[in-house]
């Protein structure tokens, strides 16, 4: 099983500030990975898949990157929208699995 | 707009059955791959099981493997979880979501999910 592990757990950030999200794959993955976004009470919502390949209807202020093993989610000019959990997510290998998530407060 | 809208939740006794339904619209599901994710209470996120668009070849995690079934109605344009032998370990929210692609991609639509409770 791919262990998909996040950090950090929490991010303290300002709005107008940059937040920078860590996934770390335990194996290659290549760039099958996707970042989520999950606000209470919701549904979680694709950002990001492929990697830096944003979703539809997805600002650009949300950026990913990486490849292999090491895979960042950037959030630049956090909005009050944007205080969520985030979860990254491997779907290069059975089983399917994400990340323990990153909790962006304010 | 393509959506999801899952039903069949409720409280269950540890070893009883649940199914579960996902109503899809504005896709065909024989065009894509479907798949449920769980999330239990305060939790991350957990994948369940899958189901390939084209072929219909299943997939499932450990830990509910040979307890739960996907299946679909092509007919219907539903999915469905079939959960048995139901534990107190699967007390979760169960969000039903459409792939990317026939058979891998990411979840690019989510349903708005169903609670699962079990517990005597």
Not at chain 1, 33 to 53: C, E, H, N
Not at chain 1, 65 to 77: D, P
Not at chain 1, 78 to 98: G, H, I, M, R
């Amino acid at each position: 099983e791919v262990v998909m592990t996040q950090s950090p757990a929490t991010l303290s950030v300002s709005p107008g500030e940059r937040a920078t999200l860590s996934c770390r794959a335990s194996q290659s993955i290549k760039r099958n990975l996707a970042w989520y976004q999950q606000k209470p009470g919701q549904a979680p919502r694709l950002l990001i898949y492929d990697v830096s390949t944003r979703a539809t209807g997805i600002p650009a202020s949300f950026s990913g990157s990486g490849s292999g093993t090491e895979f960042t989610l950037t959030i630049n000019s956090l909005q009050s929208e944007d205080f969520a959990v985030y979860y990254c997510q491997q779907y290069n290998n059975w089983p399917l699995t994400f990340g323990g998530g990153t909790k962006v407060e304010i | 707009e393509e959506q999801l809208l899952e039903s069949g939740g409720g409280l269950v006794q540890p070893g009883g059955s649940l199914r579960l339904s996902c109503a899809t619209s504005a896709f065909t599901v024989t065009n894509y791959a479907m798949t449920w994710v769980r999330q239990a209470p305060g939790k991350g996120l957990q994948w369940v099981s899958a189901i390939s668009g084209g072929a219909g070849v299943t997939y499932y995690a450990d830990s509910v493997k040979g307890r739960f079934t996907i299946s679909r109605d092509i007919s219907k344009s539903t999915v469905y979880l079939q959960m048995n032998s139901l534990r107190a370990e699967d007390t979760a929210i169960y969000y039903c979501a459409k792939r990317y692609y026939d058979d891998g991609g990411a979840f690019d639509i989510w349903g708005q999910g169903t609670l699962v409770t079990i517990s005597s």
